[in-house]
């Protein structure tokens, strides 16, 4: 296995530029290990990564891109635990809280210019990120691309439709949410396959409208990240749960609150549309 100092940025990105105001990383690190959708989203990708995306591949580590204060990159160092993971944020408060958490490397830099060397990494999971202000989707995807080994597995959630956008994701600087077919283009575009792709969150999508578009706003601008009372959680962990059971035996739902996709970077001239 590629040792640690191999996958360490040959620079660091001093950005002070951060994803989330410092409330919202606050936020996430309280929720993110006892919030339902943080277990559901952060499941969905390591059940589908393991059925679509573990392939047999060079020994090269693992990275979260855009890893916020650490609950999915630990995730991932808990459920493979004989490979490398690496975690990369802007914040420079959030990598110090993500390394802590995850016990694992956190770089600081920017998604639109990763710090690593050309297919330093076996797999790139990025969840959530590509919608932000401050990221550039085409130039981000493009270094993914670079980062990857041929044959290494790009794993992706994303906020679903335009028409969502709402005082949550004022809150969180999301600036874009996407359909299905977006999702497909871009990734098609930045040269991967598309190996899977799905909405997912789609029982519980009616009642995310109507709290987030019919409801009447908050008077702050707050977003929805928070644990919910305790029987709320145990039932939205069980419809969740409904709907992982169909992701991981290759169904794809028709409509949700979010997209998941796998992808694979090929030569350029095997690169089709899946």
């Known amino acids: 296995m590629r040792s640690p100092a191999r996958v360490r940025p040959a620079r660091v990105n001093g950005s002070t530029e ?74 420079r408060a959030a990598c110090a809280r993500a390394a802590e958490k995850s016990g694992h490397p956190v770089c600081n830099g920017s998604v639109n210019e990763l710090p690593f060397a050309e297919e330093a990494f076996a797999a790139i999971f990025s969840a959530d990120v590509l919608c932000h202000r401050n990221v550039d989707e085409r130039a981000a995807l493009a270094q993914f691309r670079r980062c990857l080994t041929h044959g290494g597995r790009l794993v992706l959630n994303l906020p679903a439709y335009r028409w969502m956008l709402s005082r949550h994701d004022a809150a969180v600087n999301n600036v874009r949410r996407y359909t299905r077919r977006e999702v497909a283009w871009l990734l098609v575009a930045a040269r991967f396959r598309v190996v899977y792709l799905s ?55 028709p409509f949700g609150g979010s997209v998941i996709a796998i992808a694979v970077k090929e030569p350029p001239a095997e690169v089709t549309y899946a």
């Open 18 to 91: 951060r994803h989330l105001e410092p409330i919202e990383y606050a936020k996430l690190d309280q929720a993110e290990d006892r919030m339902w959708w943080f277990a559901a989203a952060h499941a969905n990708l390591l059940i589908l990564y393991r059925r679509l995306g573990e392939r047999p591949l060079p020994p090269k580590p693992i990275l979260d891109a855009g890893c916020g204060t650490g609950g999915l990159l630990a995730k991932i160092t808990a459920e493979f635990p004989g490979r490398y993971a690496v975690g990369l944020e802007a914040d």
């Open 199 to 253: 909405y997912w969150n789609t029982l519980l999508f009616p009642l995310m409208v109507i709290t987030r578009k019919l409801l009447p706003g908050r008077r702050d601008a707050a977003s929805d990240v928070s644990v919910y009372p305790e029987p709320v959680e145990a039932l939205c962990r069980i419809v969740t749960g409904i709907e992982r059971a169909l992701l991981s035996r290759g169904l794809r739902l």
